[in-house]
C-alpha cells in the first residue's frame, strides 16, 4: 500500500490539515496551490473517501480525515525526531587514544577544547591496537592518536609531538637513594610492558642504557622488576616511592612541576616513538577544528617542556 507516491501524497495532506489551507500549505511545501489540491484528491481516490469537506475560502477534516491526520502527524514527527537523533549521535568526535596520553595528556585538555567548541561533542576512547583505515570507519572513529615508531602503509600519519624519557623517582625514594646509578643499589625499575603495539617489553629502558650519557646509566642489576601494562601506572608507583619509572615528558611534566616526581639524573633521551595523529576523513569540518586545536596545544605543550627541561 506505501510506495513513494502516496508518500508524498500523506506529507502534503499533513500540511494541508495541519494548516486547513491549499494555499497555505502550497507555500510551505513550494509547491502550486493547483499541484497541493492534485496531490490531495489522488490521496482521496486511492483510499476511496474524502478527507477534506471544501467550503467558501475553507477547509474541514472529515472524520476520516481526522482520524488520517492523527497517525500521519504523529508518524511524521516521530520519523523527524528519529532523524534528528541520529544526526545528533554522527556529530560526535570519536577519538581513539593511546590510554596514557590519553589519561595523563589529553583528558586534562578536553575541557578546553569544549569550551571553544561545545556544539561538538567529544567521545574519548583509550585503546592499544594499532588502527589500520578500515579499523578506524568500521568503528567510527574520527581520530587516531597513538605512540607510534612506524607508519602504517594505508594511512601515513602526522606526527603530533616527538617525546624524550627521563627515569623518575619520588624525593623520598631519592632521599633514601642519594647515587642510584652506583652498583649494588637495589633498584626498582617500574616500567611499561608495552610502549606501543607491538614494543619489546624494555623498550624504553633499553632505550635510556643505550643512548644516556656514561654517568647517567644504571648499574647492570640486579634490579626489582615491577611491570605494568599502562605507563601511567608505573608512574603511580614512583609517586609511591616504590622506585624509578622511565617516563615519558608528555606525562610526567605535571608531576615535575608539582614537585610529586623528580628527574633522576639531569638528561634526556630521544625516545624511539612519537605521537602521531590519524584521521580517514581529513576534510571533515569537526575533524579539522579538533586537529587544529590538538596541533596548537601540543606546541604550547612543547614550550613549557622546553623551559622545563631544556628539550
Known amino acids: 500500500m506505501l510506495d513513494a507516491h502516496i508518500l508524498a501524497n500523506l506529507r502534503c495532506f499533513e500540511v494541508a490539515a495541519r494548516l486547513l489551507s491549499f494555499t497555505a500549505a502550497a507555500g510551505q511545501l513550494h509547491l502550486t496551490q493547483s499541484a497541493v489540491s492534485q496531490q490531495i ?51 560526535v568526535l570519536h577519538i581513539s587514544c593511546a590510554p596514557s596520553f590519553a589519561l595523563d595528556w589529553l583528558m586534562p585538555r578536553l575541557s578546553a577544547f569544549q569550551q571553544q567548541y ?46 624524550v624519557l627521563l627515569p623518575v623517582a619520588s624525593p623520598d625514594w631519592l632521599a633514601a637513594h642519594p647515587d642510584p646509578s652506583r652498583p649494588g643499589v637495589l633498584l626498582g625499575r617500574l616500567h611499561d610492558s608495552a610502549a606501543w603495539d607491538g614494543a619489546p617489553p624494555f623498550a624504553e629502558w633499553d632505550c635510556w642504557q643505550q643512548h644516556a650519557p656514561p654517568a647517567c646509566r ?5 634490579w ?3 611491570e605494568y601494562n599502562l605507563a601511567s601506572l608505573s608512574l603511580a608507583a614512583a609517586c609511591q616511592g616504590q622506585g624509578v619509572a622511565m617516563a615519558r615528558a608528555a606525562q610526567v611534566l605535571e608531576h615535575l612541576e608539582q614537585g610529586r616526581l623528580r628527574q633522576v639524573f639531569p638528561a634526556t633521551v630521544a ?4 605521537y602521531v595523529l590519524r584521521c580517514p576523513h581529513p576534510t571533515d569540518r569537526r575533524v579539522q577544528l579538533f586537529c587544529q586545536w590538538l596541533q596548537q596545544a601540543c606546541q604550547q605543550f612543547a614550550r613549557q617542556r622546553q623551559q622545563l627541561l631544556g628539550v
Open 271 to 274: 625516545a624511539l616513538a612519537r
Open 41 to 91: 484528491r489522488q490521496l482521496e481516490q486511492r483510499l476511496g473517501y474524502p478527507l477534506f469537506v471544501r467550503q467558501h475560502r475553507r477547509l474541514q477534516l472529515t472524520s476520516q480525515g481526522q482520524t488520517l491526520y492523527r497517525t500521519v502527524s504523529t508518524a511524521l514527527q516521530d520519523i523527524d525526531t528519529t532523524l534528528q537523533q541520529l544526526a545528533e549521535q554522527d556529530s
Open 218 to 222: 644504571f648499574a647492570a642489576g640486579p
Open 118 to 163: 561545545p556544539a561538538i561533542p567529544v567521545r574519548l576512547r583509550a585503546e592499544f591496537q594499532r588502527m589500520s583505515r578500515q579499523d578506524m570507519l568500521a568503528a567510527g572513529v574520527a581520530v587516531c592518536i597513538r605512540y607510534d615508531p612506524d607508519d602504517l602503509a594505508d594511512l601515513p600519519g602526522t606526527t603530533l609531538l616527538d617525546e
Open 224 to 226: 626489582l622488576e615491577r
